[in-house]
């Protein structure tokens, strides 16, 4: 199919369409509005279901029930709106029901701000809901990206049982780009749902339970055991970066989503004036692609991380590379998105030399 | 000599212990609800929702597919099974901390939305479960935990009406309060069971019912004690009785 110049949130919203949701709940915040607007239509039109519902944390609830009975579904939200939804991803993650859940990050904290950001790395990448728990989270760089990511998650989430993180910068949510909604994405085999409770206790000949609730200290452990389990294949599996002329680089950026595209202007630039530059980009934030930093050659003596918060990938950073090379850091924050320019002079103080 | 069966236990709920402290009413509650699944031919078509607080563990007793929510949500629960499985009947069962305080923004929007579920309320007028600390239907003077020298109303106001409050919401159709401390009102709030789950079959919208129920252990009283004081003092501030029967929309 032709591309068709669409804005991020729609895209995304229209992705999830065809990636199979069933169902989506959400609550208005901004800067997502255009993905429960759109679906709003779209998803009745499809005869599916779209709720408007009372609030953040009721709308993640209501993904439970829905994801608990065995259909597909999403929410999303931002910042301070996946703030409310923790007390319910981790009580997914503790039944083991897949969701899908859209992050469009904007700057904090509380409030913050309504411009596009990456604060929310650690609320994404570590959870703010109680427990021994993980979400597998992608962080994607363009919209063509982002709508094949969204499409394989709801895959994801069901071959695993675990919710899945999508998360972007306001940036892009909210920019237009041309993206191919059709494009085929891989697909994962499927157990039946033989675990939902959808009210088929007749049918099945046994009744199911959907709880994350173990009061017995060592049935809970063996729990979290299963879960560590299920974690450590998704580290082993899931990793996604790409790695951009690394090759002969001497120094490597690190960034993804927005800073990356910016990133790449950055490299360009300095590759023109000779500079061995080149970056590596995170698609999956969990798990962080550790498997990338292994590839780099000896050559590469520095690692520049650039982010839109003041260091949080930054400490994913640290562990992967452990002590092996010299880190940096350069961040913007509270809705400021940086320039290439800055990522340049960044890249020049870490060779110690003026830009020529 | 031909024996014939008078009474046998309900197939609504599993052949296991309750884990309710003695003389408490869940276990009647239970029964009933049990019983009007069966009866009405929906429990192989149900979903539960158990809640938290004593009723955590509900999802052990009730013989069909359980879902077991977070602290108040499980009117959201409800509302995300409902809606993606409409053809089953979806019930939550919740106490008066779960539904009255932590969760009130679920319970009053599941009704606003005229979600098609049944709600089933226990009204115990104190926090059970975590050890008897004061609700907001707690009674005035009602000494609790966290109001040990009785519940004071300047300082934390009086009792909330749940079934009252929901009444006054457009969305909600069917509202009852029962009590179940003797046979004649336990077989009017089997009664009421019946009518809100017909509501649900009818697709007509929302429908809870209140149980005005007792604590024995955090109240310090024996189950006649219990009952007794459930009849004098609860009942006396929330009245028995139909409090919405058809919605808003059936009436204009």
Known sequence: MAKVLMKGNEAMALAAIKGGCDAFFGYPITPQNEIPEYLSYHMKKEGRVFVQAESEVAAINMVYGAAGAGARVMTSSSSPGIALKQEGISYLAGSELPCVILSVMRGGPGLGGIQPSQGDYNQITRGGGNGDYHVLAFAPETLQETVEIVKQSFDLADYYRNPVMIAVDGLIGQMM???????????????????????????????????????????????????????DEMVDNEQRFETIQTDDAEIVIVAYGTVARIARTAIEALRRDGVKVGMIRPISIWPFPEKAFATLGEQSHTLLTVEMSLGQMLQDVKLANNGKRTVRFYGRAGGV????KEIIKEVYDALGRQSS | MKTKTVYEPTRGLVDRDLTYCPGCTHGIIHKLIGEVLVEKGLLDTSVGIASVGCSVMSYEFFNCDMQQAAHGRAPAVATGVK????????????????????????????AHRGENITVIFVNNAIYGMTGGQMAPTTLPGQKTTTSPTGRNVVDTGLPLRMSELLATVPGATYLERVSVHDPKHVRKAKKALEKAFDVQTNKKGFSMIEFISTCPVNWGMNPNDSLAWAVDSLIDYYPLGVYKDGGDSDAS
């Open chain 1, 177 to 231: 780009e041309p993206v191919d909604v059709e494009t085929s994405v891989p697909k994962k085999t499927i157990p039946p749902k033989d675990w939902a409770a959808e009210g088929k206790s007749g049918e099945r000949g046994k009744r199911n339970t959907v709880v994350s609730l173990h009061l017995d200290p060592y049935m809970l452990e063996k729990h979290n055991f299963a879960l560590k389990k299920k974690y």
């Open chain 1, 337 to 340: 998105v940086p320039d290439s």
């Open chain 2, 83 to 110: 809606r993606v499985r409409p053809e089953t009947t979806v019930f939550t069962y919740q106490g008066d901390g779960d539904l009255a305080s932590i969760g009130m923004a679920e319970i009053v929007h599941a």
